[in-house]
């Protein structure tokens, strides 16, 4: 399996994973421009050897969870689908927090139905706002979605878009098995949470791992690509999955030619000089200094 393998509660997937949430039109309002190219995708991932996918009821709204299911229904056994909830789509693209209990019913009602299942594997409670994280208590809301895992409509539980406070709330409530937050070679604010999910066995899942709406760009890194023969979104894609086991990456792209070329990475192999270099981009420290 591409970058190995990490186990998910009770099933293991592959570290390599795919976010469909670029699967969706402009903003992620609507269908994509190119549907065919979208479903390609998707049964791509699934060829490459990729068993976990991101989505969101959100994303579109609907669109990318209805792609998933045109293209890979019935689902392998093998294939880990990750959605989340915590807030929907208003008429100008904006995304309304919306957390309250029955809204977290609906919303898990609506993954079920738009992918097409009768439990959901992983589901994600997402905090914080559009902006970002943000102070506050997870737990009505993580505890609404227990309720819901004790009747049997979803697996594993996680939470997104969170601060190291609002983790262990959360994990004091019941089994967190990842945490999904905005990470990258360029923004490297969570390094100790990272570090410290790992010695617990937790899964730390970036987003926008290339740099999101606007992908990564640096001289650096393009060096170190020039220099293995590779992509900077390669690249970028093997420092994550060096940086810590417990990585385990969705990349999002719209192009099958971008995800052949961002699996490559899962297989590039990366020196110590490389690391230190790829390193400084974030740490804002000069390599040897
Ligand atoms: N929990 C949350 O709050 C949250 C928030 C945002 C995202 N997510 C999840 O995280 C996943 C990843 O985030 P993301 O897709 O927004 O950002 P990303 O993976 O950091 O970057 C995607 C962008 O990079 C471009 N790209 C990908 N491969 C490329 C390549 N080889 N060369 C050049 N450009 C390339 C894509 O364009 P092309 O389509 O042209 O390849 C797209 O614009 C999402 O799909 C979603 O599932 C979660």
Avoid at 130 to 147: C, D, I, N
Avoid at 202 to 231: D, M, W
Wanted: aromatic content about 6%.
């Amino acid at each position: 399996m591409p970058g190995g393998t990490w186990t998910l509660g009770d099933t293991t997937v592959s570290r390599f994973g795919y976010g469909a949430m670029q699967l969706a039109g402009p903003w992620v309002m609507g269908p994509p421009a190119d549907r065919d190219g979208a479903l390609a995708v998707l049964r791509a991932a699934a060829g490459l050897g990729i068993t976990h996918l991101d989505t969101s009821q959100a994303y579109g709204p609907a669109v990318t969870n209805e792609l998933i299911r045109e293209a890979l229904h019935p689902y392998p056994d093998a294939l880990f689908v990750a959605t989340k909830v915590g807030a929907d789509r208003d008429g100008q693209g904006g995304w309304p927090v919306a957390r309250g209990p029955q809204d977290l019913r609906r919303q898990v009602h609506e993954n079920l139905r738009s992918l097409g299942v009768e439990r959901l594997d992983l589901v994600n409670l997402r905090m914080g706002n559009a902006q970002g994280r943000l102070p506050g208590s997870v737990t009505e809301a993580f505890g609404t979605l227990a309720q819901l895992r004790d009747e049997g409509l979803i697996r594993h539980l996680g939470v997104s878009n969170v601060t190291a406070g609002q983790v262990e709330q959360a994990r004091g409530i019941a089994p967190v098995v990842c945490v999904q937050n905005m990470y990258n070679l360029a923004h490297r604010e969570d390094d100790a949470l990272i570090d410290a999910l790992a010695a617990d066995g937790i899964a730390y899942v970036p987003f926008f791992p290339l740099g999101g709406f606007t992908p990564l760009q640096s001289g650096t890194l393009s060096a170190v690509a020039a220099r293995r023969g590779s992509t900077p979104m390669a690249v970028a894609l093997a420092w994550l999955l060096h940086r810590s086991p417990n990585i385990l990456l969705i990349p999002g792209t719209s192009s099958t030619e971008h995800l052949r070329e961002n699996v490559a990475g899962a297989g590039l192999e990366l020196s110590e000089a490389d690391l230190a270099e790829l390193d400084s981009i974030g740490t804002g420290n000069p390599v040897g200094a």
